[in-house]
């Protein structure tokens, strides 16, 4: 569940070509990853994160791995490497994902899906051919990364403060690719001066939490907050897990060329 969440908290740099009218880009982005608080067995972590979104004029495509190792109390080591890859349609009704984990250098996990939902936001479905041929269906209502992290930065324009929707992402099998994310969007952050390539800023807080049939939410099993720019850009995050949270924080970004689409 660590890997899964890793990656599919910081799929939040997949955006669309356009939201609410602003168009949105592409770009490289490198993260540092360092330990941020110690509540548990967990003593140091030291990673990155790398992502690189692009336009493909029919559809956006995200390429994204995050690796870490970690030292524990009882003088032990822990180590991840996640690679994820997505590309969604440009009406945010189809999905392919393919993620694959690694631990200790060895193949420990390998998802692959497409999905898809329909115009009118009835249910949708998502096919599996790894791990196994299944197929799992979709809650009416059930957006992408892509469309969500459209739909916060339109609500933060318009000055919203909590956007709850049902999110598939891919970056896992069956239900831990499916989660009720809650967001508490704050008041804008003003840019630096130092760095004109990006834009106002948001501070979000999203917490994960399982889709299942019960009275209230309980306890998130995952928590994220970060910085969002109006173009889609990722500036800073912080990755919690209870038992440890980790930052993230923007060390390099390259702005890419948008296609030219007939």
Known sequence: M???????????????????????????????????EVRGFVTDVRGAFAVEWRHACEGYTSEQRLWFVGRTDDGGSFDYDVRFSTWESADNRQMRFAMRSFAGGRLVEEVRGSAELPADGGPGRAVYTEP????????????????????????????????????????????DALAKVTAVIGDPLEAKEQDTTLPRAWP???????????????????????????????????????????????????????????
Do not use: W
């Open 2 to 36: 660590l890997a899964y969440t890793l990656v599919a908290a910081t799929a939040a740099v997949a955006l669309p070509v356009e939201a609410n009218g602003a168009e949105l880009s592409p770009h490289r982005a490198f993260y540092e990853l360092n330990l941020a």
């Open 132 to 175: 196994g041929n299944f197929e799992m269906q979709l809650p009416a209502g059930t957006v992408f990364p892509s469309e969500h992290m459209a739909r916060l930065i339109d609500h933060a324009k318009s000055g919203d403060r909590v956007v709850s929707v049902d999110l598939f992402d891919g970056a896992g099998a069956g239900d």
């Open 204 to 262: 979000m807080a999203l917490a994960y939490h399982e889709l299942v049939e019960t009275e209230g939410l309980g306890t998130p099993v995952f928590e994220l907050s970060f910085d969002l720019t109006a173009d889609g850009v990722m500036r800073r995050a912080l990755l919690d897990y209870g038992e440890f949270a980790l930052d993230a924080e923007l060390d390099q970004i390259e702005m890419l060329n948008q296609p030219v689409c007939e």
